[in-house]
């Protein structure tokens, strides 16, 4: 099955500075590539996806670019804000294999004020 | 638009006992739920995939016997966890695709129950 890989684990910025994190994935029929924002006991929120047939995908300060052939996808943060830190996970999905999400093991980013 | 729902938001139960959590799709309906589980601190790792009107389908490792779904109806799934114990405790999480999205890709979540099983 599909196996992602999310790093680093942890990521302390400096209010303002630029956060970037990286995810790849196992199986190149992955064709949706989404990330969310959890904070504490809450739910997941989806902050921006990606689809194979795009490159790249910008939305504000958020960006996420895809490279399939290496299979690997980032998610930029520009001009970071403290309200900013959260946990991120990364997942990709199959549509021929029910849309089942796949979840990196999540970044815990703290932007410092 | 797309807002799914989740009761209760915490249990507290005793070993032993068995605890139901509901997943409602508010504004849309979804064939296709799933169910996820997350400890402190770690990721959300899917258990299962409810599809309405027909049996799950679980992940790999998790009891079916255990954790009973039902998905009678295009807005409801139903997640009972059966003999609970302690290291049942966890944070479950359910999320819904809109039948009506033609891409067919994003899942809407629930905003998760806090299980304790003391």
């Known amino acids: 099955g599909e196996n992602v890989e999310q790093h680093p684990s942890t990521l302390s910025v400096q209010e303002g500075d630029s956060a970037v994190i990286k995810c790849t994935y196992s199986d190149s029929a992955s064709n949706y590539f989404p990330w969310y924002k959890q904070e504490l006991g809450k739910r997941p929120q989806l902050i921006i996806d990606?689809?194979?047939?795009?490159g790249e995908k910008k939305d504000q300060r958020i960006a996420v670019t895809l490279n399939k052939t290496a299979k690997h996808f980032s998610l930029h943060i520009t001009e970071t804000q403290p309200e900013d830190s959260a946990v991120y996970f990364c997942?990709?999905?199959?549509?021929?294999?029910?849309?089942?999400?796949?979840f990196g093991g999540g970044t815990r980013v703290l932007v410092k004020p | 638009g797309a807002v799914v729902s989740q009761h209760p938001s915490w249990v507290i139960c005793k070993s032993g006992t068995s605890v139901k959590i509901e997943c409602r799709s508010l504004d849309f309906q979804a064939t296709t739920m799933f169910w996820y589980r997350q400890f402190p601190k770690q990721s959300l790792m899917l258990m299962a995939t409810s599809n309405e009107g027909s049996k799950a389908t679980y992940e790999q490792g998790v009891e079916k016997d255990k954790f009973l779904i039902n998905h009678a109806s295009l807005t409801l799934s139903t997640l009972t966890v059966t003999s609970a114990h302690p290291e049942d405790s966890s944070f479950y999480i359910c999320?819904?695709?809109?039948?009506?999205?033609?891409?067919?890709?994003?899942?809407?979540f629930g905003p998760g129950t806090r299980l304790t099983v003391l």
């Open positions: 997942a990709a999905s199959i549509r021929a294999a029910g849309n089942k999400l796949t």
């Open positions: 990606i689809r194979s047939n795009v």
């Open positions: 999320s819904a695709r809109d039948l009506g999205d033609l891409t067919y890709n994003e899942q809407f």
